[in-house]
């Protein structure tokens, strides 16, 4: 039996919480009041002095569900800057959405606005040198965060994985899409990955920009100059949010801390979407231990067009322990699955680059967003809802009875799993 055979579709009930074919308008503000239920504000304050960041109130969020809500959306504010334009991105690969930020980043420059661009080493080598050379000539500084042929072995494992816009220093994007093609349309087919990004105004748009700061600060010797204004931020809507970034050190890590808060706060509901799952042995045993105190524990990754074919294998080598313990597997069938998001009992959600595995948690920089606003959880709980019903369920039974092929796969990345 391959890892295929089982997989079963997903009922027409699977989404308990929405009627079939119902969705909120993905690209609406969502400014209403954030809940300030007692159990709310004990999370709120659980993160705050756990990961020692303060929550913002008055921001407004705007969830943007794949490339032809996120890449006009992107596009639109960069065209719109006066000031700045702050952009810092893992992937930036091929093809005409490419070319597309190209043009409109060298033209910012050439009309006087500072743009600055932060690549990472490894995940955007496979942009074209054209592009390069036409934001360069147009005065767009660009910056790369540890090439590795400048690095010890040690620092090229630490990747930036972080994806940020800051136009003007009052609006922000962040979230798991990269510059390429593979995230243009609508994930209609395996050609167009489905993915989720948000838009910030509000306070939390400093913390964003805080994580560009932190990067650019190691690549740059400028950190900032006349065009930055720090202004107030004014309050645009009703979303308390807190901004926690991660970065590559030794010991636990504030993204570790975060995730386990979200797990052990949960009451009724945890749902994972994530395009990478390759946790350690804490956090599935975390995972196992929510379930089995009653939580409804559900995860939602990637099927048969993962690009990541041994991440997924560092994944499955898990299934049966989180089956056996009442944890939910689905695999979504359409396309790449590359989103990044939690949501914890219909109030409270996580969106940024973090992936649920070692990489993400451990060697690399990375951003997420702890958001609590029942408006915007709601949108992003009716998107796992639409998703969950185009996915398969792993059942238990058939998984048991895998091919003995499958299992020796699963094991032969044991030696590679904590660097996946």
């Given at each position: 039996m391959t890892p295929d055979d089982a997989v079963r579709p997903a009922p027409a009930s699977a989404s308990a919480s929405a009627p079939a074919g119902a969705t909120a308008p993905a690209a609406a503000p969502r400014a209403a009041a954030a809940p300030a239920t007692a159990?709310?504000?004990?999370?709120?304050?659980?993160?705050?002095?756990?990961?020692?960041?303060?929550?913002?109130?008055?921001?407004?969020?705007?969830?943007?569900?794949?490339?032809?809500?996120?890449?006009?959306?992107?596009?639109d504010a960069i065209r719109s800057a006066e000031h700045s334009v702050d952009m810092m991105t893992f992937v930036y690969w091929r093809g005409q959405i490419a070319r597309d930020f190209a043009g409109e980043l060298a033209e910012r420059a050439r009309a006087g606005v500072r743009v600055r661009l932060l690549l990472d080493g490894f995940g955007a080598k496979?942009?074209?040198?054209?592009?390069?050379?036409?934001?360069?000539?147009?005065?767009?500084?660009?910056?790369?965060?540890?090439?590795?042929?400048?690095?010890?072995?040690?620092?090229?494992?630490?990747r930036c994985h972080r994806k940020a816009l800051i136009v003007d220093e009052q609006t922000a994007f962040t979230g798991g899409v990269g510059i390429a093609q593979e995230w243009c349309g609508d994930a209609r087919e395996p050609g167009e990955w489905r993915d989720t990004h948000v838009q910030v105004r509000g306070p939390a748009v400093d913390?964003?920009?805080?994580a560009f700061a932190q990067n650019w600060a190691e690549c740059h010797d400028e950190l900032y100059d006349e065009h930055d204004r720090f202004a107030?931020?004014?309050?645009?809507?009703?979303?308390?949010?807190?901004?926690?970034?991660?970065?590559?050190?030794?010991?636990?890590?504030?993204?570790?801390?975060?995730?386990?808060?979200m797990l052990t706060s949960a009451e009724q509901r945890f749902r994972l979407t994530t395009a990478y799952f390759a946790p350690d042995a804490f956090f599935v045993d975390l995972l196992c231990r929510t379930a089995r105190r009653g939580v409804r524990v559900e995860i939602l990754l990637p099927g048969p067009h993962i690009d990541?074919?041994?991440?997924?294998?560092?994944?499955?080598?898990?299934?049966?322990?989180?089956?056996?313990?009442?944890?939910?597997?689905r695999q979504y069938q359409p396309?790449?699955?590359?989103?990044?998001?939690?949501?914890?009992?219909?109030?409270?959600?996580?969106?940024?680059?973090?992936?649920?595995?070692?990489?993400?948690?451990?060697?690399?920089?990375e951003i997420m967003l702890a958001v609590l606003d029942e408006s915007f959880t709601a949108v992003l709980d009716a998107d796992f809802d639409e998703d969950a019903r185009r996915s398969a369920d792993i059942d238990p039974a058939r998984w048991r009875r895998r091919a003995v092929v499958q299992r020796v796969k699963e094991a032969s990345v044991a030696p590679i799993r904590r660097f996946l």
């Open positions: 159990a709310v504000q004990r999370l709120r304050r659980r993160l705050e002095r756990l990961i020692g960041v303060a929550a913002t109130e008055g921001n407004e969020l705007i969830p943007l569900r794949n490339g032809n809500e996120i890449f006009p959306a992107m596009l496979e942009i074209e040198q054209e592009l390069l050379d036409t934001m360069d000539g147009a005065g767009v500084r660009i910056a790369w965060f540890r090439k590795p042929v400048w690095l010890s072995p040690f620092k090229q494992n630490h913390g964003v920009a805080a107030e931020q004014p309050r645009c809507g009703g979303s308390v949010v807190q901004v926690v970034r991660g970065s590559a050190s030794i010991g636990w890590q504030d993204m570790q801390t975060l995730i386990r808060v990541q074919r041994a991440c997924r294998l560092a994944g499955q080598h898990h299934y049966t322990t989180l089956l056996e313990a009442g944890v939910s597997i396309t790449m699955m590359h989103a990044k998001i939690i949501t914890v009992d219909s109030v409270a959600s996580l969106i940024g680059s973090t992936n649920f595995n070692r990489r993400s948690m451990d060697h690399d920089e």
